[in-house]
């Protein structure tokens, strides 16, 4: 059974059998697309259960599509895609129960979020240079509809910002792909990583145009700006589908195709990456300790997460004991998951919050933990996660990452100072909303329904399963690291 | 010489037809007219698939059934069937309403003729023959905005033909044969194949609206009927294209032409994009958005000769062209040919704005839709050909095209106030359910589809 187009596919097949049908409510709507992300995500747990080799991909589908310029349809996993891949159908099953309360014109958004589970799935999953810059791009439109369909008050701006900043970001990615293609002569991405096509100037050339595709995506610092504006206005499920998921597009990539396919040129310019990283990690924990709005907070810790990534993979270039190197890059594959878990439940309250008050204003709160214990705790479980405490999702990705980082290259370690900024900022998150004086306000908000622990409580199980026995995951990502042929 | 004109049939059949339309006309039995055209192009369009594999010459090597020339048929001919559609839409009842499907019929027989020109006089003879009818049918509605398009469009074609024909001599004078495939006897003689070419430039560039001869484009677009700028805006401007290619692949690569045409691509698409940002008249935008396209297409031209991928990106960009393009202006003519007529449109009518949507995303060249794969193969041509620059070019363009189709884009599903779009007929329905079919799924299967 070909599993990883069935999975693929079948969103969108979902939402096209919405679109034809006659009578199109909203309830008709969402159980559809809970139906269809439920299934997605039970055959992503059989991809699992069948397994990954340990060294190169697995599970290869494939056929011919434009045999003239050897381009074709190929999909295939690794240790690196596949904890992605169950993320996505994770997130979006999750983001589909969330939607459920969406009752204005549901059908399409249904369907926008059913086109992004393909393209996200198809992200991960393309082993052809073309399909994957295809599924990378559709992505863009069906955000861009997102935010600017259901999102807050200046959601056509920020849409708009979104689209043109990444389109900008995406295009000199396909440059790089065409300049691997003509290196050659094939599209097949496994060939690109196998022997990189390309040399010298050329590879340097394919990587600044790769890295600032990523880097845009990722979003890196200077190239971040537009991440704060979709966010905050983006609806919930947007939000949560942007940080979890599509963020991790521009960090899967910098592994994927930065780092494997030009690995020399990655090499030289390792240092430069590194600082690029550093910077990020400070950056945006800084700018989030300057916010005031609970989801320009989170977005701008996203920036700092992805931060740690971009070291993660920097410093496997740099190292040269192949053990750190493994350990880098284990350390970045983990923490892209884990972001996309504590990050996820963190949208999801800040929307549970928004819906119940209507403002994401810290300064408006206080005391609510009293008033909302299960929202409160979530939300304190999850900051603890995403600031780092030992047991917690990000604790064993981000020890990885700077253990590495210590190793190879000192100075970096600098880095370690936004942990502090963020438990800071954190806690201050925390104290303003959360404890407190009560403010007599909210006297009559009510705490999480069953549909909202519904959603948030695998997050948070997983969250602490992540964190406390972090074992199966990093030896399901280590069996392709070590497969990187390093 | 039996077997050249059976080599002809689609041609012929086409010029059959053309004139049998004229006659039908003559009674004013306009459906009659349109039925002939519709029925000859899609019998030429039949035709076509027995002589596609075929690589060869007629009539001494003057004319071209080739890779080229077959599958400029089978653009050109549904292109054209689509655009009498959307004629019919436009004009039914209208006093002598046949004449614009006649003529529209002999025009695209000259654009035929210059796909397959192999030879300076046939391609002159498809010039003049696109040109004049071109003309009748920008000044058709009579009206002051139209006659002076017409005369516009005219007078700009005049000069620039005449200067064409006056170049052309010079290549004769350097290889002593009005065939194509003996320019390669002008290496050496520099001076003559660059005046030569010069001309061939000002002549077909006009045809393609490259800049600087893209004047006409936006006025002669605008007073025209929508479905006239339709089919002017992809039919003649493709052939034009087709002509390039059968004039330039024999050229030796010297004189510094990939340059100069490399150049003024790069000028026209930013140009065009530029242009198009600040147009409130939703077709002048169009127009303007097509100027750009023009310069995107040019990229392959520039590559002829020394990437493989060059002849097919011509043809695949030119296909994707042709059905988004008539799609975005079949949309223009529901909705109205203001910027404010879009506003709400999506909402109110919610396929209708889905489709502009696809041909707006597929002009921008977003995956997985067929401008996309277009665009894709110019990139290819161009960086294979050396031209790495003008790629990066054409991809910076491409942000400022989507800053363009945007602006069409986001009024859409803005608030339902307005959008009292008109009713759409059969003729017009189907020309959209066409056109975004292929939009949408072309671009996928265009891979199975190349030579």
């Not at chain 1, 700077?402 to 942990?419: D, G, H, K, S």
């Not at chain 2, 049998?20 to 369009?45: C, D, H, K, P, Q």
């Amino acid at each position: 059974m070909p599993l990883l187009t069935i999975a693929t596919f079948l969103p969108i097949l979902a939402g096209l059998a919405l679109m034809a049908l006659p009578k199109q409510t909203a309830r008709i709507a969402h159980q559809i697309s809970i139906a269809a992300t439920g299934a997605v995500f039970l055959i992503t747990l059989a991809i699992w259960a069948r397994g990954i080799v340990p060294d190169g991909f697995a599970q290869i589908e494939e056929f011919t599509w434009i045999p003239a310029i050897g381009a074709a349809y190929r999909l295939g996993l690794d240790g690196l895609s596949l904890p992605l891949v169950l993320l996505t159908a994770l997130l979006f099953l999750l983001s589909a129960i969330y939607s459920a309360r969406i009752s204005d014109r549901a059908p399409s958004f249904v369907v926008l979020m059913l086109m992004l589970e393909t393209a996200a799935l198809g992200t991960f999953m393309a082993l052809d240079g073309l399909l994957f810059y295809v599924f990378f791009e559709v992505s863009l439109v069906g955000m861009y509809f997102m935010i600017a369909g259901w999102g807050y008050e200046e959601r056509q701006k920020a849409a708009l910002m979104f689209f043109i900043y990444t389109l900008l970001g995406s295009l000199p990615l396909l440059l790089a792909i065409i300049g691997l293609y003509l290196g050659s002569g094939s599209f097949d991405m496994r060939v690109w990583i196998d022997a990189p096509p390309l040399t010298g100037l050329a590879a340097m050339l394919a990587l600044i145009a790769m890295l600032f595709t990523f880097a845009v995506k990722i979003p890196a610092f200077p190239v971040h700006t537009w991440l704060p504006a979709a966010h905050v206005q983006a609806p919930t499920a947007g939000s949560v589908i942007l940080a979890g998921v599509m963020l991790k597009f521009g960090t899967y990539g910098l592994v994927r195709f930065a780092f494997q396919m030009t690995p020399e040129a990655f090499a030289q310019a390792g240092q430069v990456i590194l600082a690029f990283g550093v910077v990020s990690a400070l950056y945006g924990a800084f700018a989030a300790l300057a916010q005031t709005d609970l989801k320009k907070m989170i977005a701008y810790t996203s920036v700092n997460h992805m931060g740690y990534v971009v070291m993660g993979v920097a410093v496997a270039a740099l190292a040269s004991d192949p053990r750190m190197r493994t350990i880098a890059l284990d350390g970045a594959t983990l923490q892209m998951v884990s972001h996309g878990l504590v990050t996820g439940a963190l949208f999801f309250l800040v929307g549970m919050v928004q819906d119940r008050a209507h403002s994401r204003n810290m300064a408006d709160f206080g005391g609510l933990l009293t008033r909302l214990p299960w929202l409160g705790w979530a939300f304190i479980l999850s900051a603890f996660a995403s600031l780092g405490l030992p047991g917690l999702a990000h604790f064993p990705a981000e020890f990885q990452v700077f253990l590495a980082t210590l190793n190879a290259a000192p100075w970096a370690i600098i880095a370690i100072l936004a942990i502090v900024v963020t438990a800071a900022l954190y806690l201050r998150a925390i104290a303003a909303v959360f404890l407190g004086e009560a403010n007599p306000k909210w006297a009559d908000l009510p705490d999480l329904d069953r549909r909202e622990k519904l959603v948030i409580v695998p997050l948070l199980v997983l969250t602490v399963l992540v964190g406390v026995a972090p074992g199966w995951l990093i030896g399901l990502i280590h069996t392709t690291m070590t497969g990187l042929g390093i | 010489m039996l077997n050249d004109l059976s080599l002809l049939a689609p041609e012929l059949l086409l010029a059959a037809a053309a004139m049998l339309m004229i006659v039908a006309e003559m009674a004013r039995a306009s459906r009659l007219v349109l039925a002939i055209g519709i029925l000859a192009l899609a019998a030429s369009t039949m035709l076509t698939f027995a002589v596609l594999k075929a690589d060869t010459t007629v009539f001494g090597g003057t004319y071209r059934i080739d890779t080229i020339a077959g599958w400029a048929k089978l653009i050109l001919l549904p292109g054209t069937a689509l655009a009498l559609l959307m004629a019919r839409a436009e004009i039914a009842g209208r006093d002598r309403e046949g004449s614009v499907y006649s003529l529209i019929v002999l025009v695209t027989l000259g654009a035929l003729m210059l796909s397959g020109a192999g030879d300076m006089m046939v391609l002159v003879i498809g010039v003049v023959l696109t040109g004049l009818g071109s003309f009748a049918l920008v000044a058709y509605p009579r009206d002051d905005a139209a006659t002076e398009a017409g005369m516009k469009y005219l007078v700009f074609g005049a000069v620039t033909g005449s200067v064409m024909i006056y170049g052309l001599t010079f290549w004769f004078g350097g290889s002593g044969s009005t065939l194509f495939s003996e320019l390669g006897q002008l290496s050496g003689q520099t001076l003559l194949s660059i005046a030569g070419l010069i001309a061939v430039i000002v002549g077909l560039g006009y045809k393609a609206s490259l800049v600087p001869f893209h004047f006409w484009a936006p006025d002669a677009y605008d007073g025209a009927p929508v479905s006239v700028a339709a089919y002017l805006s992809v039919i003649t401007k493709a052939a034009a294209f087709f002509a390039f290619a059968q004039v330039l692949r024999d050229l030796p690569r010297e004189g510094g032409w990939p340059l100069a045409l490399a150049l003024i691509s790069a000028v026209t698409m930013t140009y065009g994009y530029l242009a198009a940002l600040v147009q409130t008249n939703l077709v002048r935008l169009i127009a303007y958005s097509s100027v750009a396209q023009s310069g995107y297409i040019l990229m392959g031209v520039v590559a002829l000769g020394v990437s493989l991928v060059a002849t097919p990106a011509i043809l695949v960009f030119a296909a994707a062209y042709v059905a988004m393009n008539l799609g975005a202006f079949a949309i223009v003519m529901v909705a109205g040919r203001s910027l404010e007529s879009l506003q709400g449109f999506g909402r109110t009518r919610p396929w209708l704005g889905g489709a502009m949507v696809v041909f707006l995303l597929s002009l921008t060249g977003i995956p997985p839709l067929f401008g996309f794969v277009g665009k894709l193969y110019l990139f290819m041509a161009a960086i294979e050909a050396g031209y790495l620059w003008l790629a990066v070019i054409g991809i910076l363009n491409s942000v400022l095209a989507l800053g363009v189709y945007l602006r069409m884009v986001v009024p859409m599903y803005r608030s339902a106030d307005s959008a009292a779009a008109g009713p759409v007929g059969l003729s017009l329905a189907a020309v959209l359910a066409l056109t975004a079919a292929a939009t949408l799924g072309l671009g996928a299967l265009a891979g199975f589809l190349l030579p």
